[in-house]
């Protein structure tokens, strides 16, 4: 569930702008450091969490704005953008670093209510709470994307970005905006997972971001259910793989279902079939 | 049976069916022209012919050999080449880079060759060179040789193109709305260089929906609207045809 | 782009005047250089200064091998460190448990990175780019879980140590008697003229036909996959190679020598010198491995650098320091001159 709410992020940005934005790990990591500080600064972990929300969406918005979008007006080549993504998630991730230290450090449990008997298992109920509010935010994205007019705007530019600001539409505004929902959401995701494993550092993004990125490829990149749909595959074969194959392969799991994906089915569960134009 | 033979050809775009049961014929050392108005079809035509597309129904002879549904690779093979509505060179490579890029279907040395520069390959990389002087001079772009694709005016561009696909020995050529974004006067010249070309054996097809550019240059015309095939015949014959007129009268009301 | 040609020939006298030069004094030009490289031991340099320049030889390889596939093909991948290991682990292990000789462990080594290079560019190369890339990030990552798990063989996290020096005819190759630095020079020479030759063929203009405009190329009859596959192979045996000179020139080696750091800063050597150059990579190398060295002050920051230098690299000049486009005419052929000589 938690790789949904990161693999969100990446469908988002790919959607709008056919661009894999490798940055998006290490905002992740960024999201959950910015909270863990406010933290410490005794402001309660409500508080603390919207702050990083904001915090870490106006970090979205400032890759966008200081990197990506002077490619965009100087029409570059794709991969340059890709290049460029990395170089941020470079920036980021050892800037983080640098301030916070690569330890892992100590993150508090916020929603720890001890464990709920569902009658058939024992569930942790910090996964009840991750569950329930990775889904009302994956709903709440929906309704955002599919029933406002800014969402309307977004999958107006998604279709078609120049016609798009023919209609009037400021697309830059619009790919500002998702960057931040962008942003926004790995920060939720960083706090959650944080809270769930009660740790944080800063290269946390990295294998978490690929996995996530995983997830949002096999659900179909740039649909939102299929992110959802996504993370909780990986997820599940990640628990199996470590239970019937050992610890040690866990962390392939991913990129093991992601190579199949890709071979067999490369648009996804929900993804769109492209016609090639000559 | 005709050198090139397309029978009741048809491609379906999910529900839309944007060539429907086309069927023509080519002779060798003609000129052919396919026209209709924007939309219709021809260009899907054209990818069908060079394996782009895959076609759902009908047949492609060249020379007796089916060639429908076959790769690209084995189209330029077979000895069909093309050029592109829009422009698609090399940009960032040489005018003669792009030749040569053309030259390479038949091209035999291997990857061996040229690790160890073996005298097969000087002997055919330099005979290929000079292959690729001669059509560039041959197309009036020998002084451009040396220049990137990206930075020759437009013109000289569609000429490259039609230079690149006579390198790889086509037979047929196909020419994708070659007159575009031309002046009169560049249109005129491209027009003497097509004939030109079927005066040294190549047999051409051309796709236009501007009919007044074929008029004088086709030997016959096909006019296809709305992926129908609605008309076939000498140019003068279909300047007077009723349904064409219609076509493009009836697509003129409807842009308007 | 428009933009792009402005700049061009605004700055093409000074290029232009140096290619000239270049051409015109080839033979006396190249010698110096080989001589200076060839003295350069003599010159009196520290062990530190000598392990520094080969470690810049290392990178020139790693670079060009990337290159071939980033520059060329215009397909990026991040796993190029898998490969770097996986080079490095066969080689040191056939020198260290078999006492192989280095040659045919170095063989081996790169051989088996162009077979893992097969094995997953078969498959993912159909891919459009950015799905590779996060592919052969995922390769990388496997590749380091692999060195890290199959401890009976890699010796786990704790790594191989003393790796024997590379020795011919019972004549150890040491940083000392600088037989290490003349085995670079052989190397990188090697790779270098391999990479030109690859080039300037009809491989190579495919590649780079593939990199302009892929749909142009298929109806050229380029065959895309087999063509980046090929790339894809030749890359990794080139970064497999280096790989196992690495090994035994460090004598260390454990999962952490190949994170994902180590792509990130092969793919900024190549952007850094210009995509699509053999020039650039020497250039990418020096600036890359010396930096870190003369700002030890900024260490902490280094991978920050890294980091910065891609994006204001692809924002501001995105063909490389070093990557600009020839003025010199098209090198014919010597056959090709004469014919076209004796025609007109």
Same mark, same amino acid.
């Given at each position: 569930?938690?790789?949904?709410?990161?693999?969100v992020?990446?469908?988002?940005?790919?959607?709008?702008?056919?661009l894999?934005?490798f940055?998006?790990?290490?905002?992740?990591?960024?999201?959950?450091?910015?909270?863990?500080?406010?933290?410490?600064?005794?402001?309660?972990?409500?508080?603390? @969490?919207?702050l990083? =929300?904001? *915090? !870490?969406?106006? #970090? /979205?918005? &400032?890759?966008?704005?200081? $990197?990506?979008?002077?490619?965009?007006?100087?029409?570059?080549?794709?991969?340059?953008?890709?290049?460029?993504?990395?170089?941020?998630?470079?920036?980021?991730?050892?800037?983080?670093?640098?301030?916070?230290?690569?330890?892992?450090?100590?993150?508090?449990?916020?929603?720890?209510?001890?464990m709920?008997n569902?009658?058939?298992?024992?569930?942790?109920?910090?996964?009840?709470?991750?569950?329930?509010?990775?889904?009302?935010?994956?709903?709440?994205l929906?309704?955002?994307?599919?029933?406002?007019?800014?969402?309307?705007?977004?999958r107006?530019t998604?279709?078609?970005?120049?016609?798009?600001?023919?209609?009037?539409?400021? @697309?830059?505004?619009? =790919?500002? *905006? !998702?960057?931040? #929902? /962008?942003? &926004?959401?790995?920060?939720? $995701?960083?706090?959650?997972?944080?809270?769930?494993?009660?740790?944080?550092?800063p290269g946390?993004?990295?294998?978490?971001?690929?996995?996530?990125?995983?997830?949002?490829?096999?659900?179909?990149?740039?649909?939102?259910?299929?992110?959802?749909?996504?993370?909780?595959?990986?997820?599940?074969?990640?628990?199996?793989?470590?239970?019937?194959?050992?610890s040690?392969?866990r962390?392939?799991?991913?990129?093991?279902?992601?190579?199949?994906?890709?071979?067999?089915?490369?648009?996804?569960?929900?993804?769109?079939?492209?016609?090639?134009?000559? | 049976?005709?050198?090139?033979?397309?029978?009741?050809?048809?491609?379906?775009?999910?529900?839309?069916?944007?060539?429907?049961?086309?069927?023509?014929?080519v002779?060798?050392?003609?000129?052919?022209?396919?026209?209709?108005?924007?939309?219709?079809?021809?260009?899907?035509?054209?990818?069908?012919?060079t394996?782009v597309?895959?076609?759902?129904?009908?047949?492609?002879?060249?020379?007796?050999?089916?060639?429908?549904?076959k790769?690209?690779?084995?189209?330029?093979?077979?000895?069909?080449?093309?050029?592109?509505?829009?422009?698609?060179?090399?940009?960032?490579?040489?005018?003669?880079?792009?030749?040569?890029?053309?030259?390479?279907?038949?091209?035999?040395?291997?990857?061996?060759?040229?690790?160890?520069?073996?005298?097969?390959?000087?002997?055919?990389?330099?005979?290929?060179?000079?292959?690729?002087?001669?059509?560039?001079?041959?197309?009036?772009?020998?002084?451009?040789?040396?220049?990137?694709?990206?930075?020759?005016?437009?013109?000289?561009?569609?000429?490259?193109?039609?230079?690149?696909?006579?390198?790889?020995d086509?037979?047929i050529?196909?020419?994708?709305?070659?007159?575009?974004?031309?002046?009169?006067?560049?249109?005129?010249?491209?027009?003497?260089?097509?004939?030109?070309?079927?005066?040294?054996?190549?047999?051409?097809?051309?796709?236009?929906?501007?009919?007044?550019?074929?008029?004088?240059?086709?030997?016959?015309?096909?006019?296809?609207?709305?992926?129908k095939?609605?008309?076939?015949?000498?140019?003068?014959?279909?300047?007077?045809?009723?349904?064409?007129i219609?076509?493009?009268?009836?697509?003129v009301?409807k842009?308007? | 782009?428009?933009?792009?040609?402005?700049?061009?020939t605004?700055?093409?006298?000074?290029?232009?005047?140096?290619?000239?030069?270049?051409?015109?004094?080839?033979?006396?030009?190249?010698?110096?250089c080989?001589?200076?490289?060839?003295?350069?031991?003599?010159?009196?340099?520290?062990?530190?200064?000598?392990?520094i320049?080969?470690?810049?030889?290392?990178?020139?390889?790693?670079?060009?091998?990337?290159?071939?596939l980033?520059?060329?093909?215009?397909?990026?991948?991040?796993?190029?460190?898998?490969?770097?290991?996986?080079?490095?682990?066969?080689?040191?292990?056939?020198?260290l448990?078999?006492?192989?000789?280095?040659?045919?462990?170095?063989?081996?080594?790169?051989?088996?990175?162009?077979l893992?290079?097969?094995?997953?560019?078969?498959?993912?190369?159909?891919?459009?780019?950015t799905?590779?890339?996060?592919?052969?990030?995922?390769?990388?990552?496997?590749?380091?879980?692999?060195?890290?798990?199959?401890?009976p063989?890699?010796?786990?996290?704790?790594?191989?140590?003393?790796?024997?020096?590379?020795?011919?005819?019972?004549?150890d190759?040491?940083?000392?008697n600088?037989?290490l630095?003349?085995?670079?020079?052989?190397?990188?020479?090697?790779?270098?003229?391999?990479?030109?030759?690859?080039?300037?063929?009809?491989?190579?203009?495919?590649?780079?036909?593939?990199?302009?405009?892929?749909?142009?190329?298929?109806?050229?009859?380029?065959?895309?996959?087999?063509?980046?596959?090929?790339?894809?192979?030749?890359?990794?045996?080139?970064?497999?190679?280096?790989?196992?000179?690495?090994?035994?020139?460090?004598?260390?080696?454990?999962?952490?020598?190949?994170?994902?750091?180590?792509?990130?800063?092969?793919?900024?050597?190549?952007?850094?010198?210009?995509?699509?150059?053999?020039?650039?990579m020497?250039?990418?190398?020096?600036?890359?491995?010396?930096?870190?060295?003369?700002?030890?002050?900024?260490?902490?920051?280094?991978?920050?650098?890294?980091?910065?230098?891609?994006?204001?690299?692809?924002?501001?000049?995105?063909q490389?320091?070093?990557?600009?486009?020839?003025q010199?005419?098209?090198?014919?052929?010597?056959?090709?001159?004469?014919?076209?000589?004796?025609?007109?």
């Amino acid at each position: 569930m938690a790789y949904a709410l990161i693999a969100v992020g990446y469908s988002l940005v790919f959607g709008i702008l056919r661009l894999i934005n490798f940055s998006h790990g290490s905002v992740y990591a960024f999201g959950a450091h910015i909270a863990l500080l406010f933290v410490g600064f005794q402001f309660g972990v409500i508080p603390a @969490v919207l702050l990083s =929300i904001v *915090f !870490t969406g106006l #970090l /979205g918005v &400032a890759i966008d704005k200081t $990197a990506l979008a002077p490619l965009r007006k100087k029409n570059s080549i794709p991969i340059a953008a890709l290049i460029t993504t990395i170089g941020i998630s470079n920036i980021i991730q050892n800037l983080l670093m640098i301030f916070f230290g690569s330890e892992k450090k100590a993150f508090p449990a916020f929603f720890d209510f001890g464990m709920v008997n569902l009658g058939i298992a024992k569930v942790n109920s910090t996964q009840i709470v991750m569950c329930v509010v990775s889904l009302i935010l994956l709903a709440a994205l929906m309704l955002l994307v599919n029933k406002t007019k800014i969402g309307l705007a977004m999958r107006a530019t998604e279709q078609n970005a120049k016609a798009a600001s023919l209609m009037g539409i400021n @697309v830059n505004f619009v =790919i500002g *905006f !998702t960057f931040f #929902l /962008g942003g &926004a959401s790995a920060a939720i $995701a960083g706090s959650l997972i944080s809270g769930y494993y009660q740790i944080v550092y800063p290269g946390m993004g990295f294998m978490a971001g690929l996995k996530a990125f995983a997830a949002a490829v096999l659900g179909g990149i740039g649909s939102l259910p299929g992110s959802v749909l996504g993370g909780l595959v990986v997820g599940v074969s990640e628990s199996l793989a470590a239970t019937f194959l050992g610890s040690t392969y866990r962390d392939s799991m991913a990129f093991i279902i992601l190579i199949i994906v890709l071979i067999f089915k490369p648009t996804g569960f929900f993804g769109k079939k492209t016609i090639t134009k000559v | 049976m005709a050198y090139l033979e397309v029978k009741g050809i048809t491609k379906q775009f999910g529900g839309l069916v944007a060539v429907d049961d086309v069927s023509f014929e080519v002779e060798k050392g003609e000129i052919i022209s396919i026209i209709g108005p924007n939309g219709a079809g021809k260009t899907t035509v054209f990818n069908m012919l060079t394996g782009v597309y895959q076609i759902d129904k009908g047949e492609i002879i060249f020379e007796g050999q089916p060639i429908h549904n076959k790769t690209p690779r084995e189209i330029v093979k077979a000895g069909i080449s093309r050029t592109f509505q829009n422009i698609r060179l090399f940009g960032n490579m040489r005018v003669i880079e792009n030749v040569l890029v053309g030259t390479q279907i038949r091209t035999e040395y291997t990857f061996f060759d040229s690790f160890f520069r073996t005298g097969r390959f000087r002997r055919e990389e330099s005979e290929k060179v000079v292959k690729s002087v001669r059509i560039l001079e041959s197309i009036g772009l020998r002084e451009r040789m040396d220049d990137y694709a990206q930075s020759l005016p437009y013109g000289e561009q569609r000429k490259l193109e039609i230079a690149r696909a006579i390198a790889t020995d086509a037979k047929i050529i196909l020419l994708d709305e070659p007159a575009a974004g031309m002046n009169p006067q560049e249109s005129e010249e491209l027009l003497q260089f097509i004939r030109k070309l079927r005066d040294k054996g190549y047999t051409i097809i051309l796709i236009e929906h501007d009919m007044s550019v074929v008029m004088n240059i086709s030997d016959r015309i096909y006019v296809i609207d709305h992926g129908k095939r609605i008309a076939h015949g000498l140019p003068a014959e279909i300047a007077n045809n009723e349904k064409v007129i219609e076509a493009y009268l009836g697509g003129v009301k409807k842009d308007a | 782009m428009s933009d792009n040609k402005n700049k061009e020939t605004a700055g093409s006298g000074f290029i232009y005047h140096m290619e000239l030069f270049l051409e015109r004094y080839k033979l006396p030009v190249s010698a110096v250089c080989a001589l200076v490289l060839l003295a350069v031991p003599f010159m009196g340099f520290s062990q530190y200064i000598m392990r520094i320049l080969i470690m810049i030889g290392v990178y020139t390889m790693l670079g060009m091998g990337l290159n071939i596939l980033t520059g060329y093909v215009g397909q990026l991948s991040l796993g190029h460190a898998g490969f770097f290991g996986i080079g490095a682990y066969t080689g040191a292990l056939l020198m260290l448990r078999l006492g192989v000789n280095f040659v045919f462990a170095a063989i081996v080594g790169a051989c088996l990175a162009a077979l893992c290079g097969l094995l997953l560019g078969l498959p993912t190369l159909r891919l459009k780019g950015t799905y590779l890339a996060i592919v052969t990030l995922g390769f990388g990552e496997i590749a380091r879980m692999v060195f890290m798990n199959w401890a009976p063989v890699t010796n786990g996290t704790l790594g191989l140590k003393n790796i024997p020096r590379p020795s011919f005819f019972g004549f150890d190759l040491t940083l000392a008697n600088h037989g290490l630095y003349y085995l670079m020079l052989v190397l990188v020479a090697l790779v270098t003229v391999s990479c030109l030759a690859i080039i300037r063929s009809k491989t190579g203009r495919s590649f780079i036909a593939i990199k302009e405009d892929e749909i142009a190329a298929t109806m050229m009859g380029i065959q895309i996959t087999r063509s980046k596959v090929l790339a894809f192979v030749i890359s990794a045996f080139i970064t497999g190679l280096a790989g196992s000179f690495y090994a035994p020139l460090v004598g260390f080696i454990d999962p952490n020598s190949f994170t994902f750091d180590v792509s990130s800063l092969i793919i900024s050597i190549v952007i850094l010198g210009g995509m699509g150059t053999i020039r650039g990579m020497f250039l990418g190398a020096v600036v890359l491995i010396i930096f870190p060295e003369v700002s030890r002050f900024l260490m902490d920051y280094r991978f920050v650098v890294y980091g910065i230098i891609l994006v204001v690299m692809m924002r501001f000049r995105p063909q490389g320091v070093l990557g600009w486009k020839s003025q010199m005419p098209y090198k014919l052929p010597r056959l090709a001159r004469e014919e076209l000589a004796k025609q007109s």
